[in-house]
């Protein structure tokens, strides 16, 4: 085993099994043409996948899933999985989002990875929170059940009104809906305040009558 195989394998790929060419570089003090020529060699070889320029899976691992990528394409700006996204991680809706949702305060693109798309949705700072590690690696932040249902509900209130037919939500044991007033209450425009208000008392009205 080699320099650049030991540290993928022996201390990259046990921290998580999403890492980059530069962190490889980092480990290694190898020029970057020589790092991303060892790591072609070992997806050639099936023992890594290319998810874009500059990152590198081992889809092998047991930790790894395509969220585990929303980490590294964060590089560091705060960030969160939510929306539907998270509303299905919470069993709070069945339907499978083509794509990954993510939360940022910055404006970014959607981007297509060889292990899935990543849609980003943008919020104001005030906005931005509500979230914490995932599973027992915590390889990325996942919303609160309450605050993915608020982030749906936001956007769905904002001009070009994403997600304003929301699929069926189902509240778990120990929803806290005291979240959701919070953050409401954070909104700092009166109209669109009430607009998120209001498709709030619709998912509550929604879920006594289903329980009913």
């Known amino acids: 085993m080699n320099r650049i195989d030991e540290v993928v394998f022996k201390i990259l790929v046990p921290r998580s099994p999403v890492f980059t060419t530069k962190a490889v570089v980092a480990q290694t003090k190898t020029r970057i043409d020589v790092a991303t020529r060892a790591l072609n060699n070992l997806a050639s070889h099936g023992l890594l996948t290319r ?122 044991a120990g929803f806290r809906r005291a979240e959701v007033d919070s953050w409401i209450n954070r909104i700092p425009y009166r109209s669109l305040r009430a607009g998120v208000k209001e498709r709030w008392t619709s998912v509550v009205l929604a879920e006594s009558r289903s329980v009913s």
């Open 51 to 172: 998810v874009m320029r500059g990152m590198w899976a081992d889809t092998r691992h047991p930790g790894f899933s395509p969220y585990a990528v929303v980490s590294q394409l964060l590089d560091g700006e705060e960030g969160y999985v939510s929306l539907l996204s998270a509303l299905n991680l919470h069993g709070m809706i069945e339907q499978i989002p083509h794509a990954i949702h993510i939360v940022v305060a910055t404006q970014r693109r959607a981007i297509s990875t060889a292990v899935g798309r990543y849609e980003f949705f943008k919020l104001s700072k005030e906005l931005i929170g509500g979230h914490e590690p995932y599973g027992r690696l915590g390889l990325f932040e996942l919303a609160t059940p309450a605050k993915a249902l608020f982030d749906a509900l936001y956007i769905s209130a904002r001009k070009g009104r994403r997600f304003v037919r929301l699929p069926e939500v189902e509240l778990p």
